[in-house]
């Protein structure tokens, strides 16, 4: 029996980004592009005539824009939406409201490059919309896919040599779809001298920093998009850059971050594998993990790992996940020691 395909309305004023979308979600057998639109108004005939499983929507579009769409969808006919938005950084800030509104994931517009850049769109593009059709607006089930991942080995390097001791806590954190507000629940909730933060959130390059820059001014603790050589100290929440892997190092007792390119690992740059399995070597059981809602099983086995090193680790529960796909994957494999609500997760990790 041939499953159904996740049906996708695509809404942009651009005719081109409207074909080029659709031959993207189309490579994917998966999916089914059912109608596109101009413009919001044009977007709910469509709507009336058959309800998509995923809308993408731009934010920058004539009659009516995408946040006052988006608000009003989400009021009257609560549909998963994906931000598709341009690569601007000044428009990152009103695409991160549209999260606070309802959206479940932003994606960048695709756009010609190397055939490599292309295909990595590709993925990223996809996932958001399976994630999204999996999100907990409905009861629906997020779409399995078998694709062949790249382990966190082609990123991290081997440590060459014995590290000082130290007794410093480091706090890991992973998140995927649903995360943007689940972060903001959680370092919402922590004092100001909480230990060293390391984040992944899988987001595109930009949205990072503007992210980085809301969260700054809303937490006691300090928040910033991470460069190479950041030390991790108490107080302060580093997130990996858009489009970039971040480790975790060492020298003797200072932590540090590294930020590398590198392919995509368990379809995601960055990913929560590579950091979670440098926490594990080089923080060991200095270190605490956290998994928070997201599609797919980026992080679980780094969960493992750092639980195997003699790291605390905690899973978001199922309950209050918008996409219970990489907490249930690190549970599933033996990698959480808790299993914790969404507002029990900064308790825990004091």
Do not use: W
């Not at 932003?106 to 769109?121: A, H, R, V």
Request: glycine content about 8%; some cysteine; hydrophobic content about 45%.
């Amino acid at each position: 029996m041939s499953q159904q395909k996740i049906r996708v309305l695509v809404v942009d004023d651009s005719a081109v980004v409207r074909q080029t979308l659709r031959e993207v979600l189309e490579s994917d057998p998966e999916i089914e592009v059912i109608a596109t639109a101009g413009d919001p108004f044009v977007a709910a005939e469509r709507i009336a005539e058959q309800v998509p499983d995923v809308i993408t929507l731009d934010i920058e579009m004539p009659r009516m824009d995408g946040l006052t769409f988006l608000k009003k969808l989400m009021s009257q006919h609560p549909i998963p939406v994906v931000i598709c938005s341009s690569l601007a950084e000044e428009g990152a800030q009103s695409t991160l409201k549209a999260l606070e509104y309802g959206a479940v994931d932003i994606i960048t517009k695709p756009k010609m490059g190397t055939k490599q850049f292309l295909e990595d769109s590709r993925i990223e593009i996809c996932n958001a919309v399976k994630a999204a059709a999996g999100a907990r607006l409905r009861n629906l089930t997020p779409s399995h896919t078998v694709e062949p991942k790249l382990n966190a080995d082609c990123i991290l390097s081997q440590a060459t040599h014995a590290m000082a001791e130290t007794t410093e806590k480091v706090v890991a954190i992973g998140a995927s779809t649903g995360g943007t507000e689940a972060l903001k629940a959680v370092l919402e909730a922590l004092p100001a001298d909480t230990p060293g933060i390391v984040i992944v959130q899988h987001m595109p390059e930009l949205f990072t920093r503007a992210f980085a820059q809301r969260l700054d001014g809303l937490c006691a603790i300090s928040v910033k998009e991470a460069e190479t050589n950041d030390t991790v100290i108490r107080g302060r929440a580093l997130i990996a850059p858009g489009n970039h892997h971040m480790l975790l190092k060492r020298s003797g007792a200072r932590y540090y971050v590294e930020i590398k390119d590198g392919p995509l690992v368990c379809r995601h740059r960055p990913s929560v594998d590579v950091l979670f399995r440098s926490a594990a070597r080089y923080a060991g059981r200095n270190a605490l993990g956290v998994i928070l809602t997201g599609m797919g099983d980026d992080g679980a086995r780094g969960m493992l790992e750092m639980k195997q090193a003699g790291a605390v680790t905690i899973a978001q529960d199922e309950a209050t996940c918008v996409v219970f796909g990489m907490p249930k994957e690190a549970i599933k494999l033996g990698g959480a020691d808790k299993i914790l609500p969404l507002q029990a997760v900064a308790r825990a990790i004091l």
